[in-house]
C-alpha cells in the first residue's frame, strides 16, 4: 500500500480538526454524559419507493450500533431510516421531500418536551449546524465519532447532498 505524501496527510489532519471543531470543555462533557435518545437527522433524500441512500443506510448503522448498547434510549429519526431502524418518534410525512433542521429539532422539542441529552447523527458537513441549532432548542447534544463515517449520497434526488461542492 502505497503511503500518502506528508501535505497530503497534513491537510487532511487540519480538514478534520477544524472541520467540525467543538470546545475541548464541551467535547469532554458530551463523552461523559448519558443521552435519553438518539436522533438521526438525514441528509439527502430518495424517492419514495426507492433503496435508502448511502448516507441515510449508515445513519441508521450507527443508531442501531448505539442503541445495542444503550437499550432505553428513544430512536428518532426521519421516514428514509424508518425500515432499518425500529423507531420510536418518526419525524415528518413520509415522502416529504425536504424538513430543515430546524423543523426537525422543533418537531422532537414538541413530542418530548423533557428530552434533554441526545446523541446527534448527522453527515459530518450537516452536523456542526445540527448541534448549534440543538443547543439553542435546549438540548444537550452528544456527537458520536461514528459520524466521520458516513458518506455522500450520489443517488440523493438533493443535489447538495451527492458530492461534497467545493466553492
Known sequence: MKKEPIIVRLIRAFYYAFHFAMPPLTRLLSMLAKPDG???????TNLVNSPVGASNAKMADIMNELHAK????K??????IEGLV?????VGPKGSLHITTRKFLEQVREKFPDLKKVTLIAHP??????YK?????GFVPVVP???QQIPYDPTSIQLWCRYPWKM
Open 38 to 44: 438518539i436522533m438521526a437527522v438525514p441528509f439527502g
Open 70 to 73: 444503550f437499550p432505553h434510549q
Open 75 to 80: 430512536l428518532i429519526g426521519q421516514w428514509e
Open 86 to 90: 425500529p423507531l420510536d418518534y418518526v
Open 125 to 130: 458537513d450537516h452536523i456542526f449546524r445540527v
Open 133 to 137: 441549532s440543538a443547543r439553542k432548542l
Open 145 to 147: 465519532e461514528q459520524v
